[in-house]
């Protein structure tokens, strides 16, 4: 009988290695390998930044390639993504994110004004912005060699 996986984690760390393309957009192929690398340093960014309690990550993106990175450096370290619905008005979305205890919020330049004056409890450094000028040096500075960094 085969190996049988039950997490998205140990099917990431699977790709490893794997020259086959991963993901594929208008503008730029990604190998699997390419893929889980990404993930594999959002996951760390994300552990980087952790602070006590439990690790939820809200992600308000369209769907872009980050999204999915973010996805799977959940999954390899732990953490939960809760989807930051944008359809939702103002008071709605503060709610939400508050009750989801988000700890980092994933978001473009267009999410992060949107957010800017609600009260989330949560602080300007807690938030990254995928196509803000930072952001692609942070995740940089992140990048490990992929495997489970679960605690």
Not at 37 to 51: D, K, Y
Not at 71 to 88: C, D, F, H, M, S
Not at 115 to 121: C, F, I, V
């Amino acid at each position: 009988m085969p190996d049988v996986r039950t997490d998205i984690a140990s099917l990431l760390l699977d790709r490893v290695g794997d020259q086959h393309l991963g993901l594929r957009t208008r503008d730029r192929d990604w190998t699997w390998d390419e893929v889980v690398a990404e993930s594999a340093a959002r996951g760390a960014l994300a552990e980087a930044m952790r602070v006590d309690g439990p690790l939820h990550i809200g992600v308000l993106l369209d769907n872009v390639p980050d999204f999915l990175f973010w996805l799977g450096g959940a999954a390899l370290v732990g953490a939960t993504i809760v989807g930051i619905n944008p359809t939702r008005g103002a008071a709605e979305l503060a709610a939400e994110i508050r009750l989801a205890d988000c700890q980092l919020i994933v978001t473009d330049t267009a999410g992060a004004q949107r957010l800017r004056d609600l009260d989330l409890g949560l602080t300007r450094e807690r938030f990254l912005v995928v196509d803000g000028p930072d952001y692609a040096a942070q995740v940089d500075a992140h990048r490990v060699a992929p495997r489970l960094h679960r605690k």
